[in-house]
């Protein structure tokens, strides 16, 4: 059978409980049509890119799925009908992920390891440091404004008058 990974974003305005309760529904739907899920994972309230039917965040749930084809569109289905249910994606995959997916992960800044890419701030990485130089006199920069030529006023034919 193939592989599966569904993810489904819930209502905003229902509980955590009844978004795991929705997961479980649709994972019924799966192994009445002859599959199996192999791990549920709810990745919390979280807040949407933009407002989809006035919600502003919505509940992630996670899906593996091995199931046939026609249980995954019985499945999809059935999202399609809930009200609960805003948006979900469904993608073949080759393999399941085993353990945690990288949503639940916890990051920590010490991991991402030394900025490297910026080399040390006082040589600016491979490109030599360039010494401007003396930039000489710059005059004195509060006196007078330069004039601009003053406007002549021609006639209708460009003659200056």
Known sequence: MPFYENVFIARQDIAG?????????????????????????NWGLRSLAFRMNKNRKGHYLL????APPAAVIEMERNMRLNEDVLRY?????EALEEGQSVML???????????????DRGDRGDRPRRDRGDRGDRGDRGGERPRF?????????????
């Open 105 to 119: 992960q916890k990051r920590d800044r010490d991991d991402r390891g030394e900025r490297g890419d910026r080399g």
């Open 17 to 41: 409980t009844q978004a795991d309760t929705l997961a479980d529904t649709f994972a019924a739907i799966i192994e009445q049509g002859g599959g199996k899920v192999t791990k549920k994972e």
């Open 149 to 161: 030529a003053e406007r002549v006023e021609t006639d209708s034919e460009g003659a200056a008058s």
């Open 63 to 66: 899906l593996n799925i091995d």
């Open 89 to 93: 994606l469904t993608v073949r995959v």
